[in-house]
């Protein structure tokens, strides 16, 4: 029973963090373009310090993802041939 729980946790974890995930890459696509039609430096300036902040909390969620796979899961394994 302990495992099960466990594990369903770890899959609701993995679904909010490939939901966040998800939702980060929608935000710098958003950004991206409308950093190609603005012309003002100020906002322009702005927009490249978000996408910054959106690139480090895309990378961080990525990581916390990647730690909640099972080690078999992350990396390719290779059956001998």
Known sequence: ????LKTASTAIKRAALLFQIRSLEITLAGQLESLSRVTCL????????????????????????LAAKPVAQCHGTWRAA
């Open 42 to 65: 100020n906002t322009r300036e702005q927009i490249i310090d978000a996408m910054d902040t959106t690139r480090c909390a895309l990378i961080d969620a990525r990581r916390r993802y």
């Open 1 to 4: 029973m302990k495992t099960l």
